[in-house]
């Protein structure tokens, strides 16, 4: 435990300052979704940017076009989160859009057909690319696309979702030998519980969760 304490430490003192501005936007992005503050979208907007470059200059192109999607997204979210509830105007003065709930029975249709979805691109890249863990990458780059779009519609859910997909991207890139990133990763998970309660307890907001 303490030589991978002291790993992230080196890794921490020797990253660019670039990588260290996007590391710390994204906590402040997450920190502020579990708010439910429509700040968090600018945050991620620029972290995104910063990793989209970064991934690019090194030649990962698939986590860069990843986080080309993410830019997309940041600005949906940011649309969605700041819309009037009435008009569906942009405005900054009024409350984002209410958290809604799916029930068990949508998990299931969800998560299936994501799942199919990853087998098959698990299978190209497996077969056809020199992709490590192709079918977890392509598992956890799935469910990451649709559980983003989830933040956007403020589904409650989604915080579960990353939960997952951040406990099997720190297995991954442990393996990868990238102990800031699995560091990072082990901070989501904290924060994806904190936010998943703290997004539950608006039930206790008269009409403040809509289930479907």
Not at 146 to 171: G, H, P
Not at 198 to 206: F, G, T, V
Request: charged share 10%; net charge neutral; hydrophobic share 55%.
């Amino acid at each position: 435990m303490l030589d991978f304490v002291n790993s992230i430490i080196n890794e921490l003192l020797a990253s660019s300052p670039w990588e260290l501005v996007a590391v710390v936007l994204a906590i402040v992005y997450l920190v502020l979704a579990m708010r439910q503050n429509s700040w968090c979208w600018p945050a991620a907007f620029i972290s995104t940017l910063i990793y989209t470059v970064l991934f690019w200059n090194v030649s990962l192109l698939m986590e860069s076009l990843l986080n080309a999607y993410y830019l997309i997204m940041a600005l949906y979210g940011w649309r969605m989160w700041r819309s009037t509830t009435d008009s569906g105007l942009l405005s900054g003065a009024t409350p984002p859009a209410t958290i809604v709930s799916w029930n068990v029975s949508t998990h299931i249709k969800v998560v299936g057909v994501l799942a199919l979805i990853s087998l098959v691109l698990g299978y190209i890249m497996a077969n056809f690319t020199n992709a490590d863990f192709a079918y977890l990458d392509a598992t956890t780059t799935v469910f990451s696309v649709f559980t983003t779009w989830m933040v956007t519609q403020k589904i409650l859910e989604n915080w579960l979702y990353w939960l997952v997909i951040d406990a099997a991207s720190i297995y991954l890139y442990l393996n990868k030998s990238f102990n800031l990133t699995a560091g990072l990763f082990i901070l989501y998970c904290v924060l994806a519980v904190v936010g998943y309660i703290q997004w539950r307890n608006q039930l206790k907001a008269p009409q403040s969760l809509i289930t479907q």
